[in-house]
């Protein structure tokens, strides 16, 4: 890089100069000189405090990552011949997960030949849906692969 473009701890641009000119005036200054941008033709640096900046980015990615909402997916299993004081316990975690903005994965397996009334597993899940209407909405519908149904809940 023979040439880049300056700018100073203040923020004021100070125009195109040789490489060892900024070195100097940002030693001068007690400031390192950072570069910032490289895209361009002329690279452009700045003087500033390298920990600092450096610091400055560090929380800024911090906040940026806070800020970001991550939505989880949860997992709830039932099985067709679910007692009530057990089938409120899933619908109740399944409310509180998708208040807080979780996705919930249903999955209803069936047991021995249980398998060959598909239906009762449907009206179990059917219940469940209509149950939690208030707090999500179905994304994937009830889906049977092999001996389990899986269906999925997103938050409204």
């Not at 890089?1 to 923020?11: F, L, S």
């Not at 125009?15 to 941008?37: C, I």
Request: charged share 30%; net charge positive; aromatic share 6%.
């Amino acid at each position: 890089m023979p040439e880049v473009r300056v700018i100073d701890a203040e923020g004021k641009q100070l125009g195109v100069m040789p490489t060892s000119q900024a070195l100097s005036m940002a030693r001068e200054s007690g400031y390192d000189l950072v570069l910032v941008s490289s895209g361009s033709d002329v690279p452009v640096c700045k003087i500033a405090d390298f920990g600092k900046m450096k610091y400055e980015i560090i929380k800024q990615e911090k906040e940026a990552k806070k800020k970001q909402k991550t939505g989880t997916l949860k997992e709830l299993k039932l099985s067709t011949k679910i007692g009530d004081h057990d089938y409120n316990v899933v619908l109740n975690k399944s409310m509180d997960f998708l208040s807080r903005g979780h996705k919930v994965k249903v999955s209803l397996r069936f047991k021995g030949r249980e398998v060959t009334h598909p239906e009762l597993g449907m009206k179990v899940l059917q219940r469940l849906i209509a149950d939690v209407a208030t707090a999500g909405i179905v994304e994937n519908m009830p889906k049977l692969e092999g001996k389990i149904y899986f269906m999925t809940l997103a938050p409204k």
